[in-house]
Nanobody, 122 residues
Framework: VQLQASGGGLVQAGGSLRLSCAASGRTFSRYSMGWFRQAPGKEREFVAVITWSGGRTYYADPVKGRFTISRDNAKNTGYLQMNSLKPEDTAVYYC????????????????WGQGTLVTVSS
């Protein structure tokens, strides 16, 4: 499956952005979808994941209550709604897909999008 992330940009602290992840090539609904991010000089870290059906979601502690992951399998698209953004959320955000159960470990994901940059100014 090919993934294309979009929606990043520059936003002030406290603002919101919605990232999208468009999938093509294979049946998107067969895959769990995750979002990861990587800030300059830091390792890639888990943000959120949603199961293939959308029935379960899981979030990293730093984003709980602020970010919401969702998907529309009819549109082959996943989303990450980010509210109350903080400067520490600044990073390149990647969407990824994997078969099987959802995971917070980036090395378990089979497919990756190219990343979209989110910059939060203070």
């Amino acid at each position: 499956v090919q993934l294309q992330a979009s929606g990043g940009g520059l936003v002030q602290a406290g603002g919101s952005l919605r990232l999208s992840c468009a999938a093509s090539g294979r049946t998107f609904s067969r895959y769990s979808m995750g979002w990861f991010r990587q800030a300059p000089g830091k390792e890639r870290e888990f943000v959120a994941v949603i199961t293939w059906s959308g029935g379960r979601t899981y979030y990293a502690d730093p984003v709980k209550g602020r970010f919401t992951i969702s998907r529309d399998n009819a549109k082959n698209t996943g989303y990450l709604q980010m509210n109350s953004l903080k400067p520490e959320d600044t990073a390149v955000y990647y969407c990824a897909a994997k078969t099987g159960w959802y995971s917070a470990f980036h090395y378990e994901y089979d497919y990756w999008g190219q990343g979209t940059l989110v910059t939060v100014s203070s």
